[in-house]
């Protein structure tokens, strides 16, 4: 799944490339499903959609769409994805709580300061990508938020001796250990934690940094709790 942001409407797409054909119809009816529930349990209100179009044909039975969806949507579709109004993106959650984010971040912070610590710039860049390690890291959003330009960025990152994608791997990769050594969270909830699309993406990344897959570091870190230099 992705977000994509187009003028007053925000799309959430459901790219289903390399899903078999044959498994098409029953990733997307759940998918789909899972997504608008989990939105109904952080806004307590059902979501008004604008649209809706599917990749796959038409079903015999349109009720359990119209149900689910409060419309028809389009099928034989170039994509698949559901559309609301961009605003409702900006309103605030009716069960968030300020003081729990904020001490989450918190422990964010304590595990990257016990690996590495950081000052001046590069300091200040860790704690945005921290701050949100789930959405996608913008290196010219993330300039303009720290008022300079992508250029300037660059430059002095590397005056500092790192760079922004060092960063955003700095702190994936220590979140990722610490995911898999004190959650039970799958691999998949980790990956889409951490801002990857793929899961794949994230078993190659991990196993870059560490040498081993992150199934291994788990089973590894649970025989041993000193394992991978927390000691």
């Known amino acids: 799944m992705r977000l994509d942001e187009d003028g007053d409407e925000a799309h959430l797409v459901f790219d289903d490339e390399d899903v078999p054909g044959d498994l098409r119809t029953f990733t997307l009816e759940r998918d789909v499903a899972g997504a608008l529930s989990v939105q109904r349990d952080l806004t307590n209100a059902k979501l008004p959609l604008l649209g809706a179009r599917f990749r796959i044909p038409a079903p015999t039975d349109l009720a359990p769409y119209r149900d689910l969806l409060g419309l028809t949507p389009e099928f034989h579709a170039a994509d698949n994805r559901i559309i609301i109004p961009r605003r409702l993106l900006d309103l605030p959650l009716p069960g968030a709580n300020p003081q729990v984010a904020l001490h989450c971040e918190e422990q964010c912070r304590i595990l990257l300061a016990r690996r590495r610590e950081r000052g001046g710039l590069s300091g200040r860049v860790r704690d945005r990508l921290l701050a949100r390690p789930g959405q996608g890291a913008d290196m010219e959003q993330l300039a303009s938020e720290l008022h300079m330009t992508s250029r300037t960025l660059r430059r002095r990152l590397e005056a500092e001796g790192t ?54 570091y788990r089973r590894e870190r649970a025989l041993s709790p000193t394992l991978g230099g927390w000691e």
């Not at 760079?163 to 969270?185: D, H, N, P």
């Not at 699309?197 to 560490?210: C, D, I, P, Q, Y």
């Open 163 to 216: 760079s922004f994608r060092g960063l955003l791997e700095e702190v994936r990769q220590t979140l990722a250990e610490e995911l898999l050594a004190s959650t039970g969270l799958s691999l998949e909830e980790i990956a889409e934690r951490l801002g990857y699309g793929e899961v794949s993406n994230f078993l190659h990344a991990f196993t870059r940094w560490k040498g081993v897959t992150p199934g291994r």
